[in-house]
């Protein structure tokens, strides 16, 4: 085989490589999928949100309900009911179609008033354990993201021979893009 024969195969094969590198693959950063937004260099907003509640009723006769709904803008107390039927979980949802949503944190604490037949009252109160939702993107980064805070209700129980008088849990949400950009946002349920 002579040597210019040899150096135009070469020169095939890695024209050949070329191309399938150039046309044959997606880049490695698209952020092709409709979940996920490219991070810009630069984005001073920080993101979106809404608190969603739903509650679940066990009724006596074996069935059970369920309702979910958007707490409405600029509402920071919403009522439910304490009962062992209930089951209350309230959620935060983050959205930032600019820069995506990179964490939410969520913490709270609860307190309430409990009553004897005698009419004395004793107050109760506590910390709620503190959840976070975090992603590790850098150069795409999710447009949504929600954490639960389950069964709110479980923390407003009296101690035996007592009765719920009043109570409420106080959530506090801190939502962060992923360009840094944070927001702190309050909701109480009232019992």
């Keep these: 085989m002579s040597i210019e024969r040899c150096t135009q195969q070469k020169f095939f094969l890695l024209l050949g490589v070329l191309a399938v590198l150039v046309w044959g693959c997606k880049p490695c950063n698209s952020c092709d999928d409709p979940k996920l937004v490219k991070v810009p260099a630069v984005d001073p907003s920080p993101p979106a949100f809404h608190w969603e509640m739903s509650q679940t009723v066990s009724h006596s006769n074996g069935t059970v309900t369920s309702t979910i709904s958007i707490v409405p803008g600029g509402t920071t107390i919403v009522n439910s009911t304490a ?70 209700g479980s923390s407003i129980h009296c101690p035996d021979g007592r009765t719920l008088s009043s109570g409420g849990v106080g959530l506090t949400g801190i939502i962060v893009n992923c360009k840094g950009m944070q927001d702190t946002v309050n909701l109480t349920v009232q019992f």
């Design 83 to 152: 009962a062992d039927s209930v089951t209350t979980t309230v959620y935060l949802a983050a959205n930032d179609p600019e820069s995506g949503v990179q964490c939410i944190y969520i913490q709270g604490g609860f307190g309430l008033t409990c009553m004897n037949s005698d009419s004395m009252v004793i107050a109760i109160d506590g910390i709620l354990k503190s959840q976070s939702q975090c992603v590790d993107l850098t150069t795409c980064c999710l447009k949504d993201l929600r954490i639960a805070v389950e069964d709110l």
